[in-house]
Structure formats: structure tokens, C-alpha cells
Nanobody
């Protein structure tokens, strides 16, 4: 059984920064692509950033230059460094991971950007 647990969400003022973490645990040998998605009330869940096991990253246009995704394969953990946060970044952030042909999701962590 695979579990993904996100942490690091919270309330931050516009222009501030947060770092999200997502740790995978369970019985597996390797994790493929990992990613961060977000969902605001009444909207669909959208990709924020993804990173392959080799470290190649891609980003949504709305976060390019502000967010950085990274991973520590030894710790089975993916990170999302979020800088210059805007109110429109407010959402529940979910991580996911591809493991042996299946996609697993965390339960999400809330990020609120407000003054």
C-alpha cells in the first residue's frame, strides 16, 4: 500500500513564500513522475508542476518563474517551493506519484494567500 502525505501549507501574505513537501511511503522500489496539482472551489484540479525521476521538470504557465519543483529520490519526497505568491494561488495542493503503472494521490494541503 502506497501513501502520499503532503505538508507545508498554510496562510501567507501576497508576495510571500511557502515550501510544500510530499513524502511517499509503502512497498515499492522506484517512483516515476511526481507532480503537484491544485484545486480551487468550483474549479477543476490542474497541474502546477511535474518532475520525472531523472529531474526534468515542467510547469504551468501561471507559476513559471515563481514556483520550483524538486525531489529527493533517496527520501521518496517531492517539494514545491512557491515564491511571490498571489491570491489566485489559493487552493488545495495535491501531490501525486506514478508507481508501477498506477497513480497515487495525497489528501491535499491548503494554501491560502491573503492579506
Amino acid at each position: 500500500q502506497v501513501q502520499l502525505v503532503e505538508s507545508g501549507g498554510g496562510l501567507v501574505q501576497p508576495g510571500g513564500s511557502l515550501r510544500l513537501s510530499c513524502a511517499a511511503s509503502g512497498m515499492f522500489f522506484n517512483i516515476g513522475t511526481m507532480g503537484w496539482y491544485r484545486q480551487s472551489p468550483g474549479k477543476q484540479r490542474d497541474l502546477v508542476a511535474g518532475i520525472t525521476s531523472g529531474g526534468s521538470a515542467n510547469y504551468a504557465d501561471s507559476v513559471k518563474g515563481r514556483f520550483t519543483i524538486s525531489r529527493d529520490n533517496a527520501k521518496n519526497t517531492v517539494y514545491l517551493q512557491m515564491n511571490s505568491l498571489k491570491p489566485e494561488d489559493t487552493a488545495v495542493y495535491y501531490c501525486n506519484a506514478g508507481i508501477i503503472g498506477r497513480t497515487y494521490w495525497g489528501k491535499g494541503t491548503l494554501v491560502t494567500v491573503s492579506s
